[in-house]
């Protein structure tokens, strides 16, 4: 199994999360479609906000990096849907400046808080950008499916230094600032001024199994109901490589 079905297969339970939430948006129709404003900040290369976009929404990419704007730009010209994405360089930090006050139907903050410096701060930037009801979509790492995925693969000093350490890195290294679990990532949302509706599971076995063992369509369209079930699982949430968070403002 290549690199790229993998991402693709793992990617596919948080987009139904996404779509669930673009459903509850009061722009949108009942199949999720509509027109609702969407902000995606971090949203890099537009990976999620094309395929949003797609279905009639606006959204508004707001990423600190100007060369994968250029590719979102690139991506959103070859789906045909270039006057529904809007490019803007800059970072949580910059949300008041960038976009008018309480005017998104609905926030992705996706692989932020990891790597920002005040995690709370962009959280509150993001409470701001919304309309009153608006809705967030926050995707974090978990720390105990990141030990659990460290010691399957014999990287047994980082699994230790994952599940000791205060910050949950894997050392010095690791490109992430911090991960979260269920409690840590919820009071930090409600803190926020978040309602937090739902926590749900991504990636729970993708980053475990191995890939000779989901070669064939029928093993990958297993692993993605694995992933599924244990998505909403109480007793698997914890597996899970990512927690994906459903709040209203």
């Known amino acids: 199994m290549s690199k790229d079905r993998?991402?693709?297969?793992?990617?596919?339970?948080?987009?139904?999360g996404v779509q669930r939430l673009l459903a509850q948006c009061p722009a949108a129709e009942p199949d999720g479609t509509g027109g609702a404003s969407v902000v995606d900040l971090g949203g890099g290369t537009g990976g999620l906000a094309v395929r949003?976009?797609?279905?009639?929404?606006?959204?508004?990419v707001v990423d600190p990096s100007?060369?994968?704007?250029?590719?979102?730009?690139?991506?959103?010209?070859?789906?045909?849907?270039?006057?529904?994405?809007?490019?803007?360089?800059?970072?949580?930090?910059?949300?008041?400046?960038?976009?008018?006050?309480?005017?998104?139907?609905?926030?992705?903050?996706?692989?932020?808080?990891?790597?920002?410096?005040?995690?709370?701060?962009?959280?509150?930037?993001?409470?701001?950008?919304?309309?009153p009801q608006g809705l967030l979509s926050l995707l974090v790492a978990q720390?105990?499916?990141?030990?659990?995925?460290?010691?399957?693969s014999g990287h047994l000093a980082q699994a230790l230094e994952l599940a000791a350490g205060p910050d949950h890195r894997w050392g010095p290294a690791d490109p992430l600032l911090r991960r979260f679990d269920r409690a840590s990532a919820t009071d930090l949302t409600e803190r926020a001024g978040f309602t937090v509706t739902a926590v749900e599971g991504t990636r729970a076995f993708s980053d475990l199994?191995?890939?000779?063992?989901?070669?064939?369509?029928?093993d990958l369209a297993l692993l993605h109901r694995l992933d599924a079930e244990a998505a909403r699982s109480e007793e698997l949430l914890s597996a899970a490589g990512h927690l994906h968070v459903h709040a209203r403002r």
């Open 143 to 152: 720390w105990t499916g990141a030990v659990l995925a460290r010691a399957l």
């Open 52 to 60: 949003i976009a797609a279905l009639g929404h606006r959204v508004t």
């Open 209 to 218: 199994v191995h890939s000779s063992c989901a070669e064939s369509e029928s």
């Open 66 to 131: 100007p060369d994968a704007l250029a590719a979102l730009e690139r991506r959103s010209a070859e789906a045909g849907v270039t006057d529904r994405v809007r490019a803007v360089q800059g970072d949580a930090a910059d949300l008041a400046v960038l976009l008018p006050e309480a005017g998104a139907d609905l926030l992705l903050c996706h692989g932020v808080l990891e790597v920002v410096e005040d995690p709370l701060a962009a959280l509150r930037s993001a409470h701001a950008a919304l309309r």
């Open 6 to 16: 993998s991402g693709s297969r793992a990617a596919g339970v948080l987009w139904e």
